[in-house]
């Protein structure tokens, strides 16, 4: 949301600035939008009118009479059409309708290896999807659906790119097979910047510089920077897990290890080094399992992949300057171990000023996170000024 003082300008605003005004959820009148843009009392009007022609906005209620007519307030519809939002993962998916202000309708979490191949995936998400649009949105248009992928994705394409633990997806067309059942937008992401942008909308609306991080199967990071999610020229910025994990005094490993921090610090790797000491560990769910359990063991070995974690994050602070690190993953949900971690290193070894204000949280939104994200992938897009100039422009 802009500040309305930008606004503010003698040459006035197309119909679709206009409406972003709307989207911070406050009714207005058109004296009110006359007033934050400059704006002839006409110039409002006919803009207002293409709004409610295209169903952008709606009549709220009214404000007292001055004399003459009562004025009119008017709002963001949030309830003119759904999007369907998909948050696939290693090992789950979570699947939701939601309205345009991506608040959820209807959710549903089901286990689902990613490993199964794009075509069998998709084809039970659109058929959990397709039931959650009957229950829950029967009458309403579908705008769009939006998917968060655990691996590297060409946001232009919305194709994976040689993503370590999805075989068979590598250059497959999601936007196009998704479109064979559903013939709307479709727009595809990261998993974890996908994340990022849930967990920002439903804990820290107001931080503009905020880094997520999920310790799974493997770790990456969803960066935000200066409000606006940062994918690089390739479609792969936050990818940590491959970093190299600096060796530090904390560390038990041989000085000469040079692995990536997913190969050291995610559930897996904690689930293997609890297996060589013959616990029964498959992966980052056991690793939880056995902490809440209170075996010393998994308490220790997470701490210290919290750690491992830290050293590779201390760099990330030092570069982005965050607000907020949001730690999640299936791993962040093993009590505060993970969190202990972490935060001992980094507020250890980064620059002192990078730290002053800086917190690392625990997520707050959950496995809600994914598809409030993959639902603001769709709403950023449908909703953007270019766009809803457009669709009225076809309803005028």
């Given at each position: 949301?802009r500040?309305?003082?930008?606004l503010?300008t003698?040459?006035?605003?197309g119909?679709?600035?206009?409406?972003?005004?709307?989207?911070d959820g406050?009714?207005r009148?058109?004296a009110?939008?006359g007033?934050?843009t400059?704006?002839?009392?006409?110039?409002v009007?006919?803009?207002?009118d293409?709004?409610l022609k295209?169903?952008f906005?709606?009549?709220?209620g009214?404000?007292?009479?001055?004399?003459?007519?009562?004025?009119?307030?008017?709002?963001?519809?949030?309830d003119?059409g759904?999007?369907?939002?998909?948050?696939?993962g290693?090992?789950?998916?979570t699947?939701?309708?939601t309205n345009?202000?991506?608040?959820v309708?209807?959710l549903h979490?089901?286990?689902m290896?990613i490993?199964a191949?794009?075509t069998e995936?998709?084809?039970r998400?659109?058929?959990i999807?397709?039931?959650?649009?009957?229950?829950?949105?029967?009458?309403?248009?579908?705008y769009?659906v939006?998917?968060?992928?655990?691996?590297?994705?060409?946001h232009s394409?919305?194709?994976?790119?040689?993503p370590?633990?999805?075989?068979?997806?590598?250059?497959?067309?999601v936007?196009e097979y998704?479109?064979?059942?559903?013939p709307?937008p479709?727009?595809?992401d990261n998993?974890?910047?996908v994340l990022?942008?849930?967990?920002?909308?439903?804990s820290?609306?107001?931080?503009?510089?905020l880094?997520?991080?999920?310790?799974?199967?493997?770790i990456g990071a969803g960066?935000?920077?200066?409000?606006v999610?940062q994918?690089?020229s390739?479609?792969?910025?936050?990818?940590?897990?491959h970093?190299?994990?600096?060796?530090?005094?904390?560390?038990?490993?041989?000085?000469?290890d040079e692995?990536g921090?997913?190969?050291?610090?995610s559930g897996?790797?904690i689930?293997?080094?609890?297996?060589?000491?013959?616990l029964?560990?498959?992966?980052g769910f056991?690793?939880?399992?056995?902490?809440?359990?209170g075996?010393?063991?998994?308490?220790?070995a997470?701490?210290q992949?919290?750690?491992?974690?830290?050293?590779?994050?201390?760099?990330?602070?030092?570069?982005?300057?965050?607000?907020i690190?949001v730690?999640?993953?299936?791993?962040?949900?093993?009590g505060?171990?993970?969190?202990?971690?972490?935060?001992?290193?980094?507020y250890?070894?980064?620059?002192?000023a990078?730290?002053q204000n800086l917190?690392v949280?625990?997520?707050?939104?959950k496995?809600r996170?994914?598809?409030l994200?993959?639902a603001?992938?769709?709403?950023q897009?449908v909703?953007s000024?270019?766009?809803?100039e457009?669709v009225?422009?076809r309803?005028?």
């Amino acid at each position: 949301m802009r500040d309305e003082a930008v606004l503010t300008t003698s040459g006035g605003i197309g119909t679709g600035e206009l409406f972003q005004i709307f989207l911070d959820g406050r009714a207005r009148t058109k004296a009110e939008l006359g007033e934050i843009t400059g704006m002839s009392r006409n110039a409002v009007s006919s803009r207002v009118d293409a709004l409610l022609k295209g169903r952008f906005v709606v009549p709220v209620g009214s404000d007292p009479s001055s004399g003459g007519r009562r004025p009119a307030r008017l709002a963001f519809n949030a309830d003119a059409g759904v999007v369907l939002a998909v948050d696939l993962g290693a090992t789950h998916a979570t699947i939701a309708v939601t309205n345009l202000a991506a608040s959820v309708l209807g959710l549903h979490s089901t286990p689902m290896a990613i490993s199964a191949g794009p075509t069998e995936i998709l084809d039970r998400v659109f058929e959990i999807g397709a039931e959650l649009l009957e229950q829950h949105a029967p009458q309403k248009p579908l705008y769009g659906v939006g998917i968060g992928l655990p691996g590297p994705v060409e946001h232009s394409t919305g194709r994976p790119v040689k993503p370590p633990i999805m075989p068979g997806w590598d250059g497959f067309d999601v936007p196009e097979y998704v479109q064979r059942r559903f013939p709307v937008p479709v727009y595809v992401d990261n998993d974890v910047n996908v994340l990022a942008l849930g967990e920002r909308t439903l804990s820290w609306p107001d931080v503009d510089d905020l880094v997520f991080v999920k310790v799974a199967t493997g770790i990456g990071a969803g960066i935000i920077s200066g409000g606006v999610l940062q994918r690089g020229s390739q479609g792969i910025a936050g990818d940590i897990g491959h970093v190299r994990v600096p060796h530090s005094k904390d560390s038990v490993r041989p000085i000469d290890d040079e692995r990536g921090l997913s190969s050291i610090a995610s559930g897996t790797a904690i689930a293997a080094e609890l297996r060589a000491k013959d616990l029964e560990a498959a992966n980052g769910f056991d690793v939880v399992r056995l902490v809440e359990q209170g075996n010393p063991a998994a308490i220790a070995a997470t701490r210290q992949a919290g750690r491992e974690v830290g050293e590779v994050l201390a760099m990330v602070v030092n570069t982005l300057n965050p607000a907020i690190i949001v730690i999640g993953g299936v791993v962040a949900t093993a009590g505060d171990h993970l969190l202990a971690g972490i935060r001992e290193v980094v507020y250890r070894t980064s620059i002192p000023a990078a730290t002053q204000n800086l917190q690392v949280v625990q997520t707050k939104a959950k496995e809600r996170a994914g598809v409030l994200g993959a639902a603001i992938l769709v709403t950023q897009q449908v909703l953007s000024s270019q766009n809803v100039e457009a669709v009225v422009a076809r309803h005028a």
